[in-house]
T-cell receptor, first 114, second 111 residues
Framework: DTGVSQDPRHKITKRGQNVTFRCDPI?????LYWYRQTLGQGPEFLTY????????KSRLLSDRFSAERPKGSFSTLEIQRTEQGDSAMYLC????????????FGNGTRLTVT | QKEVEQNSGPLSVPEGAIASLNCTYS??????FFWYRQYSGKSPELIMF????GDKEDGRFTAQLNKASQYVSLLIRDSQPSDSATYLC???????????FGKGTTLSVSS
């Protein structure tokens, strides 16, 4: 079990630039989630994939955010025209099945927008 | 807006004591509940989950669920300084997809 892998671990970018993060889930997990976490807050749900289909998106996810999961394997999260308010830890998680299956989190990508 | 509420703390207990962490949720359709531990600067790690009313024990940890009261708790027996962390409560939404997290309770165990 190699766990959920995220890349990069840290990203510093200037306001207005685009950034892309990658997540590799646990290989047998068909569900993949993106969350955002700021200091002192719990993780906030952004979006969810079952295999390659994006089935749910939070109202928090503005038009500047887009996520993909081609072929149901790894996923990417892109933020266009970054703003300082986008600075956060972006967490990816995966699970096998639904209902009672727990989410397993990666180490996250910390984004700092200057 | 479905929510999970936790007291942010900090909750301070001496080493060896029982720490009691509480959580309430608003979505009556939630069927499964999860406790995660998060050390500063790290990602959440699963402690345990519960989906039936009553108690579930795993080592020093006991999760309790009362669906009628929409209440979940986590007891940590024989608390250790290494248990000092933020504890996140999460409820799976009615659709059975995403987990909705509380803001977390910070626990400090003093030696």
């Amino acid at each position: 079990d190699t766990g959920v892998s995220q890349d990069p671990r840290h990203k510093i970018t200037k306001r207005g630039q685009n950034v892309t993060f990658r997540c590799d889930p646990i290989s047998e997990h068909n569900r993949l989630y993106w969350y955002r976490q700021t200091l002192g807050q719990g993780p906030e749900f952004l979006t969810y994939f079952q295999n390659e289909a994006q089935l749910e998106k939070s109202r928090l996810l503005s038009d500047r955010f887009s996520a993909e999961r081609p072929k149901g394997s790894f996923s990417t999260l892109e933020i266009q025209r970054t703003e300082q308010g986008d600075s956060a830890m972006y967490l990816c998680a995966s699970s096998q099945g639904e209902g009672y299956s727990p989410l397993h989190f990666g180490n996250g990508t910390r984004l700092t927008v200057t | 807006q479905k929510e999970v509420e936790q007291n942010s703390g900090p909750l301070s207990v001496p080493e060896g004591a029982i720490a009691s962490l509480n959580c309430t949720y608003s979505d009556r359709g939630s069927q499964s509940f999860f406790w995660y531990r998060q050390y500063s600067g790290k990602s959440p790690e699963l402690i345990m989950f519960i989906y039936s009313n009553g108690d579930k024990e795993d080592g020093r940890f006991t999760a309790q669920l009362n669906k009628a009261s929409q209440y979940v708790s986590l007891l940590i027996r024989d608390s250790q300084p290494s248990d000092s962390a933020t504890y996140l409560c999460a409820a799976r939404n009615q659709a059975g997809t995403a987990l909705i997290f509380g803001k977390g309770t910070t626990l400090s165990v003093s030696s």
